[in-house]
């Protein structure tokens, strides 16, 4: 069973960073794609970036120039990287991982960005 253990959310101000780490635990080879979504209050969850095992990276129009992602294959590991925050990135998001056909989540971390 895998499980995925988010942490680096809390309260920055505009302009601020965080880093965003998640960890998969359980039985993982080689997930083909790891990355992050956000869900706003009363909005739906989307993508905030992915990469895939290729090493090709997707980022919602919204966070490029701003945010990076990075994986580690061998720690199970996903980083994403947030500069340049906007009150409009603040979310609760959330890490996700595909291996062998199966979507799995994370339970969330909040990132709210307030003066």
């Known amino acids: 069973q895998v499980q995925l253990v988010e942490s680096g959310g809390g309260l920055v101000q505009p302009g601020g960073s965080l880093r965003l780490s998640c960890v998969g635990t359980?039985?993982?080879?080689?997930?083909?794609?790891m990355g992050w979504y956000r869900q706003a209050p009363e909005k739906q969850r989307e993508l905030v970036a992915t990469?895939?095992?290729?090493?090709?990276?997707n980022y919602a129009d919204s966070v490029k120039g701003r945010f990076t992602i990075s994986r580690d294959d061998a720690k199970s590991t996903v980083i994403l990287e947030m500069n340049s925050l906007k009150p409009e990135d603040t979310a609760v998001y959330f890490c996700?991982?595909?291996?062998?056909?199966?979507?799995?989540w994370g339970q969330g971390t909040q990132v709210t960005v307030s003066p």
């Open positions: 990469t895939t095992l290729g090493g090709k990276s």
């Open positions: 359980g039985r993982i080879y080689r997930p083909y794609a």
């Open positions: 996700h991982l595909r291996h062998l056909g199966v979507d799995n």
